[in-house]
């Protein structure tokens, strides 16, 4: 009954480079009214100062401001008034953005998105408009014991790395930032090398392409740097502990963990494939089973593996009461002992294996699932088959690799234990 | 893409559409149990049952349920609300028989036993440990409280810490034998099947179920309040909110959709998808208002399909150069802007699009048509979602204020801050 095949493939995915460097992808879904449009520029955190750090956060933040063309009022007002939505977001390496609207609009969507691009206005009373709402947003981060945990884990396993820092910055470096330094920003980061635009949804692919390229062929920027070359990472040379006092919290966030494989690393499949199974499989893998159904210590507690363009967290995380973190990290040590000495069982891997193969067409039902897988797709080099062949590839890992991968990155004497919660002594 | 409605002989109601779009199945279980249902000293139990529903039934024991579904590439959850509570697999399609089973054994089946019981006790209560980490969580708890006297709708879904503590394995187990009856529950399932053998399937699996008692209600009628309450939330931090949450109409309410209406222009079109997100509000009256004249960093607002009359809520991020008196005061007039005039007929009309464009995302993915099926039944019928942009389109802007004029008087709602510890600006 299916009318073609729910997978992505080299078959039904149009791919062109256009001549200024922009990689565009598109797939058509003729089930669907609507368009989801996804993009990334190689323009992130990476890129900002130390005393300045938040800025391309900051940056990213102002496009969609005010333009050459359109002040922010009309912009939304195009954007709201036909139910689509477009947007900006900063990361690590890129900033991203994206949008959908009903097949129909994509045009004004595509326009919207060269005028943000290419023509920020950055008018002066929404720089403070915005850095009123990072600073709020940052006091908020202040009080959340996970997004705290995650910082202080973030300075300890990346010491000396710049995966250290926190691209939303911090409150004295959002605030030292002037519109100047946005506008600068912009001019010498942003530009169509490095830059990825995906579309899918009711549109024909071929016209997808043709639309993009109408709206960003034309856009050149001489300035735009080379991209940033990471510097080696190391693991810590012995196992750390901090912990962040937070007055007034109820729980405490605990988090171990070091850093794990790049994406495109051979042995990223075993590794994803074992943290599945240490952190994930059913309702949380072995962690779960071990602090959450059998010892009753937190609502969650879960693994995960980050597997991107650098050495990204391999990590266990846990919320539970403060009277209990040291009882949780022990039983989480536990889990990792066994899982780097230890072969895992046939059945788990294969459980693991037969769950990854299932949930794909799960994780592709969406124009927004499909946007993104055809994203991971060109930016880790995967090849435009690798849905279709991904089942070969779940099913090729063995149990000695999966181990291999597992002891590998997970060295338990050289991982960071990062904790916010309460003081220990008003939880008492 | 008929949809197909059936009541089995025992009371089961069951809705079935099929959708050829992918190779996948969403199938949910919905009862009519929330915390609702909860009488004084058992805040909490429709969420803990809604826990102990994955702990085991002789068929399929404890850790087991779980790793079946996940081995078969399916993602399950289930989550619990004031008015029911939902359970959802969504499978490969020629994998979907499991859910099928599971779902019926466990409707019946599960066991509660007590050592599960104790463990799932402190997993809760540590879910509501951090819940409380959160600021918005303790202001609404608070907001909440003071909206109601007596109707349960007046605790939080996770209940009170007090309960959880004394909650007992029998009071959980009479809470899951009363409410998980066919007559009080909707089982709804879209995806990739045929319709009379998916039908038959549920018979035979369901055939045997008693039909049992229909389930007692604690839940009474309760008149909206006649003056405006107040309550102050004190907790760490920086941050200053406020929730004006005015008691709003239950879903069947003629009056319900020009409420919808007057939600989406003072704060953005409503979502009701549960697997999709919605648009941005930065065209809705108080964004302009509040967010644009620096008098917040953010606000929004909730309208909520329930059972009874519950609450539509209105939440500010007071920016840190103003204050929640100047909030308040910016909120009010442009309240009284909607009930002095009637909106433009071009507002009514884009408010209409919008939910256009949100149901065409919504319908992209088959776990959420599914959860769109059984969630309207719950409170109404499947009708109630089928005809909603015909009954948002019918709205006039004199519906509109008077809407307004009703329904959002200050004496009708609870005005509730959340002042951070030590600020100069407390109350």
């Known amino acids: 009954m299916t009318p073609r095949s729910a997978i992505p493939g080299a078959d039904d995915i149009t791919r062109v480079e256009l001549a200024n460097g922009i990689v565009v992808l598109a797939r058509e879904n003729p089930n669907s009214k609507a368009v989801t449009l996804r993009g990334s520029i190689l323009a992130g955190g990476l890129l900002d100062p130390d005393d300045k750090l938040g800025l391309a956060d900051f940056t990213a933040s102002m496009l969609m401001r005010g333009t050459a063309a359109r002040d922010f009022q009309t912009i939304y007002d195009s954007l709201e008034s036909i139910g689509a939505s477009f947007g900006f977001n900063s990361g690590t390496h890129t900033t991203g953005f994206g949008g959908r609207s009903l097949a129909e609009d994509f045009g004004l969507l595509l326009q919207l998105g060269r005028e943000a691009l290419l023509s920020p206005a950055f008018p002066p009373e929404h720089v403070e408009k915005v850095r009123a709402q990072l600073l709020t947003g940052l006091s908020l981060r202040a009080q959340d014991t996970r997004d705290m945990a995650s910082l202080l884990f973030d300075e300890m396993v990346y010491r000396h790395h710049p995966y250290a820092r926190a691209d939303e910055g911090h409150p004295h470096t959002i605030s030292a930032i002037t519109r100047e330094d946005l506008v600068n920003f912009h001019g010498s980061n942003f530009g169509p090398r490095g830059m990825l635009i995906v579309v899918v949804g009711g549109i024909p692919a071929a016209a997808a392409v043709e639309q993009v390229r109408a709206a960003f062929e034309d856009w050149h920027n001489p300035q735009q740097p080379a991209p940033v070359q990471l510097p080696a990472w190391q693991p810590l040379p012995a196992r750390g502990y901090r912990r962040l006092d937070i007055a007034g919290k109820s729980q405490s966030d605990v988090i171990v963990g070091t850093g794990g494989p790049l994406r495109r690393a051979p042995d990223y499949m075993a590794a994803s494939l074992g943290n599945n199974i240490l952190g994930r499989f059913g309702l949380m893998g072995r962690v779960g089973d071990s602090v959450r159904e059998k010892a009753g210590l937190a609502y969650y507690a879960y693994s995960s593996l980050g597997g991107g363009l650098g050495p990204d967290p391999w990590l266990v995380a846990a919320g539970v009461n403060p009277a209990n973190e040291e009882k949780a990290t022990e039983l989480i040590f536990k889990e990792i002992e066994r899982f780097t000495t230890e072969l895992v069982s046939e059945e788990e891997l294969s459980d693991s294996k037969s769950n990854y193969i299932g949930s794909m067409p799960l994780s592709l039902e969406s124009n927004g699932g499909v946007a993104d897988a055809l994203m991971s797709m060109e930016r880790f080099q995967l090849g435009l088959d690798y849905y279709r062949k991904f089942p070969d590839e779940v099913n090729a890992v063995t149990r000695q690799q999966v181990l291999e991968a597992a002891a590998q990155y997970l060295k338990p004497d050289q991982m960071a234990v990062a904790v916010a919660g309460p003081p220990r002594t008003e939880a008492a | ?427």
């Open chain 2, 1 to 427: 893409m008929q949809l197909t409605q059936y009541t089995l002989p025992n009371g089961l109601k069951v809705l079935l559409k099929e959708i050829h779009t992918a190779p996948l199945i969403s199938h949910w279980l919905w009862v009519r149990a929330g915390s609702r249902d909860e009488g004084p000293g058992l805040s909490g139990i429709s969420h803990w049952v809604e826990h102990m529903q994955f702990k085991g039934t002789p068929q399929f024991p404890a850790g087991e349920l779980d790793k079946t579904i996940s081995r078969d590439g399916g993602f399950w959850n289930a989550m619990t609300y004031i008015d029911w509570t939902a359970y959802y697999e969504t499978m490969p399609s020629e994998k979907i028989d499991l859910a099928l089973r599971l779902e019926a054994d466990r409707f019946i089946n599960s066991q509660f036993d007590p050592k599960e019981v104790e463990s799932e006790r402190t997993v809760i209560m540590s879910e509501r440990q951090g819940n409380e980490n959160s600021p918005m969580f303790l202001l609404d708890e608070d907001v909440q409280q003071a909206a109601f006297d007596k109707h349960p709708y007046k605790h939080e879904v996770i209940g009170h810490m007090a309960d959880l503590k004394t909650i007992t394995r029998d009071d959980l187990f009479n809470h899951y034998k009363h409410f998980y009856v066919p007559g009080n529950a909707v089982l709804a399932i879209a995806g990739d099947f045929d319709t009379q053998r998916m039908l038959a399937r549920v018979e035979e699996l369901y055939a045997s179920v008693p039909s049992g008692q229909a389930p007692t209600r604690v839940a009474q009628d309760e008149p909206a309040p006649e003056e405006e309450r107040r309550v102050v939330t004190q907790g760490p931090g920086e941050t200053v909110f406020v929730k004006a949450a005015y008691r709003s109409l239950r879903a069947t309410d003629p009056d319900f959709f020009a409420l919808t209406v007057a939600d989406s222009l003072l704060a953005g079109p409503s979502n009701l998808n549960l697997f999709s997100g919605g648009i941005s509000n930065k065209t809705s009256r108080l964004y302009r208002r509040l967010v644009e004249k620096d008098l917040a960093v953010g606000v929004s607002g909730g309208l909520q399909a329930t059972i009874d009359p519950y609450l539509y809520d209105i939440t500010i991020t007071v920016h840190p150069n103003s204050s929640a008196e100047a909030a308040v005061a910016a909120l009010d007039d442009e309240i009284k802007r909607l009930q002095d005039t009637p909106p433009k007929i071009e507002e009514l009309l884009r408010a209409v699009k919008q939910a256009k464009a949100l149901f065409a995302y919504g319908s992209e993915s088959i776990t959420n048509q599914a959860f769109w099926m059984g969630f309207a039944e719950v409170f109404d019928r499947y009708a109630w979602f089928e005809n909603y942009l015909e009954r948002l389109a019918a709205v006039t802007p004199a519906d509109v204020q008077r809407a307004a004029q009703l329904y959002l008087r200050p004496e009708r709602r609870v005005l509730g801050v959340y002042q951070p510890d030590g600020s100069p600006e407390a109350e």
